[in-house]
């Protein structure tokens, strides 16, 4: 039985005035699972309208307490509700549960850690050089913010920048990806159950141009958006047409450095977590793998052998390591990567393939794959492949990996292993990336701030930055002076 979803909009659960829908296919199976709603232009001018409304009239007078308390309570709801909420993201992205789980409880740590602020965005008292003058900042919402997600972690993606923008006092619009928009949509309800007033979150679903109608509409505010780096510039074109400010979080060719001395079991963990967890969909991928020349051939063979025994399978099988990659354009995108690999003449050393046999045959499969002594100036080095795609990549001195690590149009994250501190520091100074993890990888705390350099986005998520995307600042000065000042100079 295919379930039929519906738009959130105002407090409703209401179908696109065009009736029009689209399937959602599940990629472990090649079929549809599910039908979201086709919005149009009117969808999105209604749901926009709601959230101006609910703005105006209830949540900008709605205080920080409250808002913290209705947080809290869907944080609880979205944690109780993890399993079932996993199961729905898995099977329309193919993401494995064992990550979509843990991306459930993050969505509540998210939502707790920013419902802390709700009520403590404390002003500030400005000391000036007049005497006689109260000067005083306060923080302000923007009003109707616009939020856009990627496909690959949408309840994950989403917790970033819905909680901030909450707790500092905004209204929503959520435009999903259409390749997977059926978690946001199951979570609209429990926005609902939550006891959110009408308006302050609402989901509009579908492609573009649903997405474009909602950066374009007037009384959007400010936009967020997570996704590639060519939406990325479409949408900040748009939103500089109309002069609001824009988030991106967008693509990364991450790179992953491996010194002599590190410890070599920690740094082939960290370096199959960077690659093949979420099978490589993920942002921060660490899809360039820097190897020192001293421990290059250990650890080339020990990445290769363990990632072809990674094993593939039912996404919503605890014990599958790797599930499918997203949907058809993308895995088409992803084989037609390796292909342009292989004819550039990189050594394969395993994968390279579509993933075929028991269980796989009906998704979209594609074997966990390293190419090795790759150079860092090719294609397969500089492009985004966004899934599982290793290039390993041989340096000799800390200043060669330095050079060859920022040598890259992406600025996302990079990944330092090695025991020796002073090399530790040097190195993760010189890093033009965002975030830099030292004997980790992939690992995200709320209070730790997130974003690219360079091509990788503009602006921070989590963290008090995260929170600060989302307020303005309104000055009071006050001149409580008994004289009379020259009109025809400014005064300061
Ligand atoms: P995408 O850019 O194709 O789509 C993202 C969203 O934008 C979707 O909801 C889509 O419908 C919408 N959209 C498309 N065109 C639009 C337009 N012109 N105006 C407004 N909205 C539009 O990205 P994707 O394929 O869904 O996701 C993959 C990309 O996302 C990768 O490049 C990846 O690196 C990036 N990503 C970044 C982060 C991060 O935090 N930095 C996290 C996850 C994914």
Redesign the pocket.
Known sequence: MIKKHLLYINGQFVAPASGQMMPSVNPYTSEVWAEIPDAGATDVAAAVAAAQQAYEHTWRHTSGVARAALMNKLAGLIEAQAERMSTIESTDNGKIVRETHSQMKWVGRQLRFFAGYADKLYGQQVPLDQPDTLDYVVYEPYGVVAL??????PLS?LANKLAPALAAGNCVVV?????ASVSTLEFAALVEEAGFPPGVFNVVTG??Q???A??DAPGVARVS????????R??AA?AGRRLVPVTL????KSPNIIFDDADINKAVIGALAGIFGATGQ??VAGSRLLVQRGVYDEVLKRVAVRASQIRLGNPLDPQTEMGTVANEP?FRRILAAIENAKQAGARLVTGGARATGPGLDGGYFVQPTVFADVSNRSELAQE?I?GPVLAVIPFDTEAEAITMANDSRYG?AAGIWSRDIGRVMRVSRAMLAGSVWVNTYRALAAQAP?G?FKE??IGRERGEVGLHEYLTTRNVMIDFSDTERDPFAIKN
């Open positions: 856009i997600t990627a496909w690959n972690s993606l435009k999903p990806s259409e390749h492609g573009a649903v997405g474009r909602l950066v958006f997570t996704g590639s780096p060519g939406v990325g479409e949408i748009a979080e967008l693509g990364g993920t942002c993308q985004e966004f996302l997130f690219g990788s986005g």
